[in-house]
């Protein structure tokens, strides 16, 4: 592999994801972006990213998505490495033409890396709050 194929390689790696620490400066500087969960209503009402939306990939249709503003790029997550409701949320918003990215690490990163969750099971950051 040639030197330009790895270049574009990890840069169409990068269009498509993002890592918590991305998130968190994106939901600081309050750009445009929607974060979705993509796991069930329970595990949503448990434990979540705060401001996040919960859209379950086993309901998203064009019904469930027509409010949803198309200038927004969408960050897909779900649990973490062992889950893949994100990848699954991300590719249904895809194909109903929202623009998307996939957070890595999902839920377990984001608190590994110290920032805040809302929900019956929040939990505080550790000196990182989120400020959402």
Same mark, same amino acid.
């Given at each position: 592999? #040639?030197? =330009?194929?790895?270049?574009?390689?990890?840069?169409?790696?990068?269009?498509?994801?993002?890592? =918590?620490?991305?998130?968190? =400066?994106?939901?600081?500087?309050?750009?445009?972006?929607? @974060?979705?969960? #993509?796991?069930?209503?329970?595990?949503?009402?448990?434990?979540?990213?705060?401001?996040?939306?919960?859209?379950?990939?086993?309901?998203?249709?064009?019904?469930?998505?027509?409010?949803?503003?198309?200038?927004?790029?969408?960050?897909?997550?779900?649990?973490?490495?062992?889950? $893949?409701?994100?990848?699954?949320?991300?590719?249904?918003?895809?194909?109903?033409?929202? $623009? @998307?990215?996939?957070?890595? #690490?999902?839920?377990? &990163? &984001?608190?590994?890396?110290?920032?805040?969750?809302?929900?019956?099971?929040?939990?505080?950051?550790?000196?990182?709050?989120? #400020?959402?």
């Amino acid at each position: 592999m #040639g030197y =330009s194929e790895q270049l574009n390689y990890y840069q169409s790696k990068l269009s498509f994801e993002m890592d =918590s620490y991305d998130l968190y =400066s994106s939901q600081r500087d309050s750009e445009k972006i929607i @974060v979705v969960d #993509g796991r069930s209503q329970s595990a949503y009402t448990k434990e979540h990213i705060p401001n996040a939306i919960n859209l379950p990939h086993r309901e998203i249709d064009t019904d469930l998505t027509k409010n949803l503003d198309r200038d927004m790029v969408y960050i897909c997550y779900c649990d973490g490495i062992g889950c $893949n409701a994100s990848t699954k949320t991300a590719l249904k918003l895809l194909r109903l033409g929202f $623009n @998307v990215k996939e957070l890595i #690490g999902g839920l377990d &990163w &984001w608190k590994r890396d110290g920032y805040a969750t809302a929900g019956e099971e929040s939990q505080v950051g550790l000196g990182i709050e989120c #400020g959402c």
